[in-house]
């Protein structure tokens, strides 16, 4: 059985060929398994490219692409997923805090027959308080947006059926969420229980900017936030309603009380705000339905090691 490993690559040029040699070492343990990596160089500013070309020219089973700009890692993930033709596929990241020693244990859940996909999930996470924090807010968001049962959790380790994959690549959205589209194709999901390994060089290449972008495409899975804002709508409205009502029958009851000037504007900002928020939201949902009609692509390579394989 052949696993593809797909490996979205940023700033990784010190750890790559660590993370390849460890996963090829793993799986000469492995009887009635096969590994063939497809790794993605999402327009790295240090050498990353260089060091894949390396991989590839030294083992037959790495394939390597690099992205003409900086996509994202969900769009790099598609990238390697439309490559990859493994009879499973393994999610993994490009600093060894997925760490290969862990393969067995999703391995081993997926060999059962009963998932479509596994997550590795931490016991223990080795990020800082602030990327803890950041994993958490995110673990509850999707549970909350994307309807994720209580008792699965999602990470970056995970591998799936090539059934699923087949499915995956059809989205051709330009804003991609890999973990939303698992959940949006099949209910047959897993955890099992992993180590998570300390960051070996460099820090997370994850923005505040980068994270705030992630959770903005979760709008393309769930029109939840629009529900909300109809809520919220209609209570405003509500409201507006009794306290027009109530400074009505106050006025009359004490008609010396002085107007409030103050009250007003503070309800004014209030209700503007609400609707600027409202106006994002929606804006958010626009965007997703224009850019993908004006063709803005999930990824576009630039080159890849099978084509220099090729004309060679």
């Known amino acids: 059985m052949l696993v593809s490993i797909v490996i979205p690559c940023y700033n990784s040029q010190d750890s790559l060929r660590k993370v390849v040699e460890l996963t090829m070492a793993e799986f000469e343990k492995f009887d009635g ?138 989205y051709k959205n330009y804003n991609p969420y890999i973990q939303a589209l698992f959940g949006r194709m099949t209910k047959r999901i897993g955890n099992v229980e992993v180590e998570h390994h300390k960051r070996e060089q460099g820090t997370s290449n994850y923005t505040l900017g980068k994270l705030v972008k992630l959770w903005l495409s979760y709008f393309n899975y769930t029109v939840l936030p629009l529900r909300i804002l109809s809520v919220v709508g209609v209570a405003a409205a509500v409201f507006g309603v009794l306290f027009a009502l109530y400074v009505i029958i106050h006025k009359i009851l004490v008609p010396d009380v002085p107007a409030g000037w103050s009250s007003l504007i503070c309800i004014l900002t209030f209700f503007f705000g609400l609707i600027l928020l409202a106006l994002g939201i929606i804006g958010e949902y626009l965007a997703n339905l224009v850019l993908p009609a004006n063709g803005t692509p999930q990824f576009i390579v630039r080159g890849s090691t099978d084509d220099e394989r090729a004309r060679e």
């Open 33 to 170: 398994y096969d590994v063939d990596f497809f790794l993605v160089d999402d327009c790295s500013p240090d050498d990353t490219y260089g060091t894949i070309k390396q991989l590839a020219s030294e083992y037959p089973c790495v394939h390597g692409y690099t992205l003409m700009r900086n996509f994202g890692q969900h769009n790099g993930l598609m990238c390697g997923l439309n490559h990859a033709d493994g009879d499973l596929i393994m999610g993994m990241d490009d600093d060894l805090q997925t760490h290969p020693s862990q393969i067995p244990a999703l391995l081993d859940m997926m060999a059962t027959g009963d998932y479509d996909v596994v997550y590795g999930v931490f016991k223990e996470h080795a990020n800082g308080a602030v990327k803890n924090f950041t994993s958490w807010l995110n673990t509850v968001t999707a549970r909350i947006l994307l309807d994720r049962p209580k008792d699965v959790e999602s990470s970056n380790y995970w591998l799936i059926t090539s059934q699923l994959r087949d499915q995956v690549v059809q």
